[in-house]
Every structure is written in structure tokens, then in C-alpha cells.
């Protein structure tokens, strides 16, 4: 038994504070408000104690990637990622080759063998050119039961999320057999308008990759696919907290309308969270960040055109409805530099309850991965997986399964 005391615990509840936390090995004994009369205790000096952090967007961190790079890479980025926080993550693919996601699948379907990561999300390959943000337009293709079939054959099991744009031809086929197959399907680099994504949620999509960015801006008589998934209940909505993809106003009314049971934080981070600014790679694409925003740095079909990465490009601004085009976004938001961590504390300073806050970068994501039984609340006989914040919420120290990854209260 371990006894963390004297902090501010974040239970389903309320925060308990003083709280205190008793862990027997790698799950969550009891939890409780007061000072604890057991000893001894670890004083955790009026810190905050989260749930461990869940996140199921992020497609690299630390200089290391899910999207490219080796499997010791990939355990690199799942660890940089778990040292701030995030016990819980999906590895993200973004749109490519239908051969390489196969072949990236099956490499990251190991690591969700051994506990690393929690499953895998595919970004594509079925989206929406007109809303490609960052993504390399020539891979993305038409939805097809047969290619899904093929990706999640070669994730053995471990595809937990597609994120796909239901206007696009076969789009409600593949929604059902995703369905069927407990897969969580995703709208998002989609130009959809409210009603086809309405339809898209009665065929069985229940979530919304990073609202608002790469999808047609909402408008009153049209209110898009934003409209549509923040209207329904029984779909989570993700946003990308991060102060540069959305502005705080577009943060507390997506929080406010989807209420603190259907929100989800992520940080949609890339390689270069927690590196200086420099020259990446997201999939195919080359980014450069400077001031710690990642943008798209060229068009691969056309690589002599390389843009200002100041000037244009906001997934969601651009895009021409109905427009074919196939040039890269030059300049466009690719991915963020952020951890899960980095996002919570961003919300809470754009206005989230710290509970809410909670619930949408831990309880929210464990549902959507079917993990709520095991982990993502602070409460007895879900995983001792927790962090430890500083009053500016900064992770002190990191407990997955009972064990201390970083730090130490
Ligand atoms: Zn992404």
C-alpha cells in the first residue's frame, strides 16, 4: 500500500482538498477528503493529483514519431508522451500509401501487444481533399469496406478509431462495418455539410476528429459537420486545446455545448513536441516550427513551391467545397507541439473547471476507447494511473500502473 496525502485529488465528484489517495500495487485502493490518519503518508504538499492523462490523437513526440521511423522510435515518442502525464494513448497514423499504413499498422500493433499504447487511430486514408489541413492529399481515396478490411486485418485487433469524411462516396458502408467491427468512427478532414454528417451519426459515427479544424467553418443556416456532432448526444467531440488551433472563445463554446461528459482533449501532437523549433516530418510531409507551431513547409507533388509558413493556411479556413485539388496546404497547421499536458493546462486557463478539464483529457477518451472500467477517474479499482501537478498544472511526477515514470512527490 502507498498513501499520497495532502494534495488536491480530482475524483468523478469533486476535487477533494485536502484529499488523499491509497494505491495497492498498480490499482486504486480508496480514495478520500480529509487528511489521511493512516502513516506513513507521502506529503504531497497541496499538489494536484489527476487522473493519468489519455490521449487518442498524438501522432509523435520527444523527436520521434508514430507516423515514420522505426518501432524504437515509435516506444520513444509513446514514452516522451507518458513522461508528461499521458498512462493511456492511441498511436495515430495520418493518410498514406495503403501498403505503408499496412505495414506501419502491423509495426505499431506490437506496441499495443505489450501495453505501450492503447490501440491505433487511422487519420485517413478516407478524407476530404477540400479539408486536408496537413495531409497529402495523394493518398486519400474513397472509403471501401475492402481497404478497411485490409488496414484493420494488418492492426490485428488493435484499430480503435478511423477518422473518415462521410461525404465521400462509400462513406456509410464503411461507417457500418466499422461499427460492427467496434471500431469508433471519426468525422473530421471532412467538408461535410450538418445533414450528411447527421446521417453519418445514424449510421453509426460517434466522434469528432479535432473539432473545427479541417472542417467547412460552421454558419447559421449551415451549421456543418460542427454543428452536427456538437447537436448530438451521443458523440464525443476532440479539440486541440493548445491556444494556436483554436481560438479560447471556440474552446469554451465547443466545452459549453458538448457539456464536461463529451469533450476530449488532445494534442494531435507531432515529432517535435518538446523540441526546439526546426524541420520535421508528418507522414510524407515536411514542417517546419517556429515558435513552437508546426506548418506544412511544401507541396509534395510540387516541391519547388515552398510557401511563407506565416502566412496562409488554417485547416478550416481553406479548402474550396467541391473544388478537386490535389496541391499540398501550403502553410497549414501541421499537427501541434504540445502534450496532453500542455492542453490541460491551456484549458483551464481558457476557462475549464479543473474537474471538467479532467474528464475530457481522462474519463472522456477512456470511454471512447472502451477503457472506463479500467482506467481515466481517480477512484477505487480503476488503474493507479495518475499525475502529479503543480499548482500552474505542471506534471511533478507521473504513476502508471502504480509504478513512478517520472518524478516523485
Ligand atoms: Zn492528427
Redesign the pocket.
Known sequence: MLLLAGGRIVTPGGVLSPGWIRLAGPVIDAVGPGDAREQPAVDLRGQWVLPGFVDI?V?GGGGASFTEGTIDEARQAAAFHRGHGTTTMLA?L?TAPLTELETRAAMLAELADDGTIAGLHL?GPFLSPARRGAQDPRHMIAPDVAVFERLRAAARGHLRVITLAPELPGAAKVIEAATRAGVTVAVGHTDATAEVTMAAIDAGARHATHLFNGMRPPHHREPGAVGALLDRDEVTCEVIADGVHLHDIAIRLAARAAGPGRLVLVS?AMAAAGMPDGRYQLGSMRVTVAGGVARLLEDPADPGHTGDPGQTGDPGQTGDPGRVDTAAQVGAIA?STATLADVVRHAIAAGLPVPDAAAAASTNPARVLGRADRTGALRPGLAADLVVCDDDFRPSAVMRQGEWLAGHP
Do not use: A, F, Q, R
Open positions: 490523437h501522432h495515430s495520418v487519420e494531435d499537427g
